[in-house]
């Protein structure tokens, strides 16, 4: 299993940043970003399309989306923004919508979008910033259903698939639809099975076409996104971690962890706890 980055940068969290006048920044960032340009102008330089931002204008990236912001001449961009990750979200989020945020960071006009300032979304994530104190619940689940309603209906119809006519896989996918993430944690192979009226063999076989991967794989994903999320956001001793992350065995635990992340999980949280959070900066053009 490959080695992932040990950086934790909290999301749902509005940062501000200056791009100096004649500069450019990449933004780079893990996961969805949400950008706003607050003052001054800039432009969006995409391989596809250039594009320019004026005061107020949303910004909306993908993972990976190759492009930079580039400050006017004239003044810096002070830029604001937030991010996103589906994966951390396995509380609220079904196996399907994760899929379908997979599948868009694929998509050219899904993966970058330009709002003008007049935009619902400008105008919504403006507010959200004039609160005195942004790190309350309610800013968070605005800034997140921001983030959603900026997919519109797309969101709503979900991933697009060939229709299947195996009752299995219309039953596993019904499933898929309407369970958390968070259901994988402590499921079982076997009782999954029994519940959609197939063998084990053939499950396995539906999943891994359905899902990408076989379950445990899966669900191994699903409980190291839970017990990095524990022990980046909360002092639980490691114990209650790994059994929150679905692992009845700290053994077990310790031992998945360090093969997936090449540490154990104290020094994984040692690790994230001691990183400052630095907020980017611009790179200058010379």
Known sequence: MAKLDVSYEPHLTLIDLEVPAGSEWAPGFRGWSVLQLLTGTG?????????????????ILAEGVEGIIRASQLSPATLRYFRVEPE????????????????????????????????????????????????????????????????GDELSLGTVEPQIPSSARKRLREFLDGAPVADLLELEFSSLAER?????????????????????????????????????????????????????????????????????????????????VTRPRARLQF
């Open 196 to 276: 959609l009226c197939c063998t084990p063999r053939h499950l396995g076989r539906v999943f891994q076409e359905t899902v990408g991967m076989s379950f445990r794989d899966k669900q191994t994903e699903v409980r190291l996104a839970r017990a990095r999320e524990l022990l980046a956001t909360t002092e639980s001793k490691i114990l209650d971690v790994a059994l929150e992350s679905g692992y009845q065995s700290i053994s077990l635990f310790n031992s998945i962890f360090k093969r997936s992340h090449g540490m154990t999980p104290g020094q994984w949280r040692k690790r994230t706890r001691g990183q400052k």
């Open 88 to 151: 951390r979200l396995t509380g609220l989020m079904t196996l399907t919508e994760q899929r379908f945020f997979e599948a868009a960071t694929t998509r050219r006009d899904l993966a970058a979008r330009v709002r003008d300032p007049q935009s619902r979304i400008s105008l919504e994530l403006q507010a959200v910033g004039a609160f005195d104190d942004q790190s309350t619940v309610r800013s968070r689940l605005q800034l997140l259903t921001l983030f959603f309603e900026s997919f």
């Open 43 to 59: 432009y969006w330089l995409h391989p596809v399309s250039n594009m320019e931002l004026s005061p107020g204008s949303v910004l």
